[in-house]
């Protein structure tokens, strides 16, 4: 399977904004791997202002520690491309900017791995909405870098839409 497309990122997007607008539910983003690109494909819809409130860019453990309030413990004990990791970045997201849902993700866009067990395409994607626990997916790309990041953002995307609908 080739990897996403801009364009299909943006429909993505869109049907994510008729959830949101139908649901009147508020979105953020907390974005390591994918460095800005599920802001991107969301506020390539029109009234994205009406739902969106921003999102948060933290590609450096010290920004997910400083900026989202994830425990330097938590990123020494499991790494920074975990599970825990990705469920305390939503979380974090969420309660930065008081949203109804929060969507995040870390990963390993490529060349490299991380380590044993931790490939080149790995990602945990997160979502987390108003008084529940973070659910995360456990995701591996085998595309290319921006392939990678395009997979990762449009997974956040889908499983952004799930949990309105489980809500």
């Known amino acids: 399977m080739s990897a996403p497309t801009e364009t299909q990122l943006g429909q993505a997007a869109a049907s994510l904004a008729g959830d949101l607008v139908a649901a ?7 974005e390591s791997s994918t460095a800005g690109l599920i802001g991107h494909a969301i506020t390539m819809v029109p009234g ?22 994830v425990p330097d413990e938590l990123i020494a004990e499991r790494g920074a491309v975990s ?3 990705a469920a305390a ?17 870390t990963g390993i866009a490529g060349p490299e791995g ?24 456990r ?16 997974a956040a995307l ?3 839409r799930r949990e309105i609908s489980a809500g």
């Open 48 to 69: 994205a202002s009406r739902y969106y409130f921003g999102g948060v860019i933290a590609y450096s453990n010290l920004a997910k520690e400083f900026e989202l309030g």
């Open 158 to 160: 889908e499983l952004a």
């Open 139 to 154: 995701h591996v790309f085998t595309h290319d870098r921006d392939g990678n990041k395009a997979a990762a953002a449009l």
């Open 24 to 30: 009147e539910w508020t979105l953020s983003t907390a």
């Open 89 to 105: 970045m939503a979380e974090g997201v969420r309660d930065r900017f008081d949203t109804d849902l929060a969507v995040a993700v």
């Open 83 to 85: 599970e825990e990791v």
């Open 114 to 137: 991380e380590g044993i067990g931790k490939p080149r395409g790995l990602h945990y994607v997160a979502a987390c909405r108003r008084g529940h626990p973070a659910v995360v997916e």
